[in-house]
Nanobody, 124 residues
Framework: QVPLVESGGGTVLAGASLRLSCAPS????????MAWIRQAPGKEREFVAT????????YYDDSVKGRFTIFRDNVKNTITLQMNNLKVEDTAVYYC?????????????????WGQGTQVTVSS
């Protein structure tokens, strides 16, 4: 059973917006750091954003600052990534992941649970 399930990917034009959602399956991750991580073709996985369990700490990669917003709702048990002003270079598979502890910058090795990913394609 996949512990995290992503949704909301798609194909859009540059400048458009998308909202990705992540919902745990079979367990909760309330006390864990949650992250959105992406992987473009031929490139390594990179962090997009991470959020501490109560939204009090948030990290964004420089490439998405001012355009993306991460938010977790511990009542609805969801993590969302609002992506505005999308660029062609944002094209990637986006993964939701859970782990800990909180670090800046975040480290992939600390994220234990992953979703299967959702494709985001931005065309010019």
């Amino acid at each position: 059973q996949v512990p995290l399930v992503e949704s909301g990917g798609g194909t859009v034009l540059a400048g458009a917006s998308l909202r990705l959602s992540c919902a745990p399956s079979g367990r909760t991750f309330i006390r864990y750091t949650m992250a959105w991580i992406r992987q473009a073709p031929g490139k390594e996985r990179e962090f997009v954003a991470t959020v501490w369990w109560n939204n009090s700490r948030i990290y964004y990669d420089d490439s998405v600052k001012g355009r993306f917003t991460i938010f977790r709702d511990n009542v609805k048990n969801t993590i969302t990534l609002q992506m505005n002003n999308l660029k062609v270079e944002d094209t990637a598979v986006y993964y939701c992941a859970a782990g800990g502890p909180w670090t800046v910058p975040p480290h992939l090795s600390l994220f234990t649970w992953w979703g299967q990913g959702t494709q985001v394609t931005v065309s010019s």
